[in-house]
Nanobody, 120 residues
Framework: QVQLVESGGGLVQAGGSLRLSCAAS????????MTWFRQAPGKERAFVAT????????NYADSVKDRFTISRDNAKNTVYLEMNSLKPEDTAVYYC?????????????WGQGTQVTVSS
């Protein structure tokens, strides 16, 4: 069993930055690829970024490419999402999820989410 807890959300002005963290319980964090999703009000949940178990491979949604960076520290059981040049359309609840395989569509564990609000 793995529990995921996101943190780092908040209110920021357009053009600003935030760093989200997703802390995992348990000793098997490095066994999972990790993914960030987001869900804006009235919209479906959308993929943001994903990272392989080792951290070597990453992939991003086109909408965040070159602005967001996903990384992980397996020693700290934590995955991060560095968000720069934030736009109002980045406003959403951000979730992290764990999957057995990189770029898998099956997610074994989800966090509870953290709110990011970008003001114009």
């Amino acid at each position: 069993q793995v529990q995921l807890v996101e943190s780092g959300g908040g209110l920021v002005q357009a053009g600003g930055s935030l760093r989200l963290s997703c802390a995992a319980s348990g000793r098997t964090f490095s066994s999972y690829a990790m993914t960030w999703f987001r869900q804006a009000p009235g919209k479906e949940r959308a993929f943001v970024a994903t990272i392989s178990r080792s951290g070597i491979s990453t992939n991003y949604a086109d909408s965040v490419k070159d602005r967001f960076t996903i990384s992980r520290d397996n020693a700290k059981n934590t995955v991060y999402l560095e968000m720069n040049s934030l736009k109002p359309e980045d406003t959403a609840v951000y979730y992290c999820a764990a999957s057995e395989f990189f770029q898998s569509s099956k997610y074994a564990y989800w966090g509870q989410g953290t709110q990011v609000t970008v003001s114009s």
